[in-house]
């Protein structure tokens, strides 16, 4: 199985909602991503958790709040967002932090409203 | 100058055709290089990893590295419609380093 699932697969929100988006990988992956992609332009690298430890924040304003409960599962709890937010919100794992061979999600279109 | 550089395009091309989709990067310490097919509103998908130089080949596919000017390629064989997507290339820039480097993507149309 080299699938990573994300949950929702769209996201509607206001900017003064609160509300989490869901990532899964059953391969065994030890390192897990999070990108942001706006329309016609390459992922840009939010975070990096390895080992279920945060390893890299891109300078991320805190209104995005990432959380890694097991060696599977990925969160990003999404508050008091921007319209300029809406985007693609793309999970990626590797097997290991140092890992260039990512596998990505179908990822999670958000819009804020 | 950006660490990897890619032609937006858009790129159309007919149906069996041989495409070339290119990067150059700026640092010649960079090893590792990979190409990412991502169709519209999906995740992108790993197409090919190399590392180094020289070429390598899986079905259609070819990616080549040349170092000597910092060039890197991919060749699609006998294209598909099917093949119409965006194609990204990326690097991490050194060996050790946790985060990719993505080039702007080229947006590929085959027409039947």
């Known amino acids: 199985d080299t699938e990573v699932t994300q949950t929702p697969k769209h996201l509607v929100m206001g900017m003064t909602n609160k509300k989490s988006l869901k990532c899964e990988q059953h391969?065994?992956?030890?390192?897990m991503y999070w990108y942001k992609q706006k329309a016609k332009k390459p992922p840009e690298l939010m975070f990096v958790y390895s080992y279920e430890k945060l390893s890299i924040n891109e300078s991320v304003p805190s209104r995005f709040s990432p959380e890694c409960p097991n060696s599977s599962l990925l969160n990003l709890h999404l508050h008091a967002l921007q319209p300029e937010d809406s985007a693609l919100y793309l999970c990626?794992?590797?097997?290991?932090?140092?890992?260039?061979?990512?596998?990505f999600g179908p990822g999670t279109r958000l819009t804020v409203t | 100058q950006k660490e990897v550089e890619q032609d937006p395009g858009p790129l159309s091309v007919p149906e069996g055709a041989i495409v070339s989709l290119n990067c150059t990067y700026s640092?010649?310490?960079?090893?590792?290089f990979m190409w990412y097919r991502q169709y519209s509103r999906k995740g992108p998908e790993l197409l090919m990893y190399?590392?180094?130089?020289g070429n390598k080949e899986d079905g259609r596919f070819t990616a080549q590295v040349d170092k000597s000017s910092k060039y890197i390629s991919l060749f699609i064989r006998d294209s598909q419609p099917s093949d119409s997507a965006t194609y990204l290339c990326a690097s991490p820039g050194f060996q050790g380093a946790q985060k990719l480097v993505f080039g702007q993507g080229t947006r590929l149309t085959i027409n039947p």
């Open positions: 990626a794992s590797s097997q290991k932090s140092v890992d260039y061979e990512q596998y």
């Open positions: 190399t590392y180094s130089s």
């Open positions: 391969m065994g992956h030890r390192a």
């Open positions: 640092n010649s310490a960079f090893q590792y």
